[in-house]
């Protein structure tokens, strides 16, 4: 038998019932995620990439269908999962090196190993300077880094990331799409990458899956062959953007067309 997808969604669906009326957030969604690949959900705000992506965590379960990681039912969260939010949710009282350490203190692992696993993450990403500083010193891009070296010090094998670049300006969020991208490749980890940036998708992503909206369903997985390190402006890359563009801006079209006839607000 095959090994099980990283994650496997099955015909899921999630509705939300708010003031008597319904919102179909998710509908029949099917999508295979393969151990080692990096996938990125994309679609206008509001086509339920977030909804999927805490669905897959476990936060809130789909109304109806099937979420399996490593071929077990996701029945909550777990250490198999993690998430990076887009507003870093690092403790204010903690410092960088504290908060690092958080979630291996939370597992009860040995301090030596503790000491040894935060110095690891820290260098990797740039923090060792940073250690003994609080999270209100630090630049928005710095808070990032902290977030992501929390999470990959608990080691999950699968990534669950939310627009974590979504606040930063353009030069530390394409820092930190290459530290991503450089602490990914090899690394065997599975990364479920939530954005509404078609540019970020298509520098990032093994495939990238294009979303409807309301409700939200897969419109259409685009794999991207192109080498890395990807060149944005590269002719190869602008012809997929081009692609990938077309795609959502026919969602966008459809979306401010529903919203003017009040389409799913109970209008
Ligand atoms: P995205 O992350 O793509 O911007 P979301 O997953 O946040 O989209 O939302 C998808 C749809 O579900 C939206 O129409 C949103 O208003 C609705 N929705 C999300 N969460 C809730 C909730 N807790 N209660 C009611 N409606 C919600
Ligand atoms: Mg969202």
């Keep these: ?3 099980p997808a990283a994650i496997r969604i099955e015909e899921v669906r999630k509705t939300f019932s708010t003031g008597g009326a319904e919102v179909v957030a998710l509908d029949g969604i099917d999508l295979e995620v393969a151990a080692g690949e990096f996938v990125c959900l994309l679609g206008p705000s509001g086509c339920g990439k977030s909804t999927l992506l805490n669905a897959v965590a476990g936060f809130s379960p789909p109304t109806s269908g099937r979420i399996r990681v490593a071929g077990q039912p996701v029945a909550g969260p777990g250490p198999d999962r993690a998430m990076v939010f887009q507003e870093y949710a690092l403790f204010p009282w903690m410092t960088v090196a504290e908060n690092v350490a958080f979630g291996l203190e939370v597992k009860g692992s040995p301090a ?3 000491r040894a696993t935060v110095d690891t993450w820290l260098e990797k990403l740039g923090l060792s300077d940073f250690r003994d500083r609080f999270p209100k010193d630090l630049s928005g891009g710095m808070r990032q880094r902290v977030a992501i070296a929390r999470v990959l010090a608990i080691d999950p094998p699968v990534l669950l990331m939310d627009e974590p670049f979504g606040a930063l300006d353009a030069l ?4 930190l799409q290459e530290e991503l991208l450089r602490i990914w490749s090899g690394s065997g980890k599975t990364v479920l990458f939530v954005t509404h940036g078609i540019e970020e998708a298509i520098f990032l992503a093994d495939r990238v899956v294009v979303m409807t909206y309301r409700p939200g369903a897969v419109k259409e997985i685009v794999p991207v062959t192109l080498s890395r390190p990807r060149d944005p402006h590269s002719a190869d890359f602008s012809t997929l953007e081009r692609r990938v563009a077309a795609l959502v801006m026919a969602e966008q079209a459809r979306q401010e067309r ?3 006839v009040g389409v799913g607000r109970g209008a």
């Design 258 to 260: 529903d919203e003017r």
């Design 112 to 114: 030596p190993e503790i």
């Design 172 to 175: 530390t969020r394409r820092n």
């Design 1 to 3: 038998m095959n090994a």
